[in-house]
Nanobody, 119 residues
Framework: VQLQAFGGGFVQPGGSLRLSCPAS????????MGWYRQTPGKQRELVAR???????NYADSVKGRFTISRDNAKKSVYLQMNNLKPEDTADYYC??????????????WGQGTEVTVSS
């Protein structure tokens, strides 16, 4: 089972980006999925998370600007980022708790995708 994040890039302040993260491999179920970010010298921090029932939570710094969603059929999680600010610049990582076997839940991380917000 693997996660792979896509969609990072360079954008000016006020711009938008959409991150995608599909899971591949044999998966019997998907529990919660989320996005984290990290800048050099700092701990990785939660950006947004979505449960299997669709409940969401966001970091205060992104509320009202970012939207997390998931498509279980595509085994994917997305992050729509609007009104981006320079302080959103970071490497973004997707995270998921998946069932690689019917009664086993394991945590997986995707590789980072870089987001740079600058004028």
């Amino acid at each position: 089972v693997q996660l792979q994040a896509f969609g990072g890039g360079f954008v000016q302040p006020g711009g938008s980006l959409r991150l995608s993260c599909p899971a591949s491999g044999i998966i019997f179920g998907i529990e919660s999925m989320g996005w984290y970010r990290q800048t050099p010298g700092k701990q990785r921090e939660l950006v947004a998370r979505i449960t299997s029932s669709g409940s969401t939570n966001y970091a205060d710094s992104v509320k009202g600007r970012f939207t997390i969603s998931r498509d279980n059929a595509k085994k994917s999680v997305y992050l729509q980022m609007n009104n981006l600010k320079p302080e959103d610049t970071a490497d973004y990582y997707c995270n998921a708790f998946l069932r690689p076997r019917p009664i086993t839940v394991s945590e997986y991380w995707g590789q980072g995708t870089e987001v740079t917000v600058s004028s």
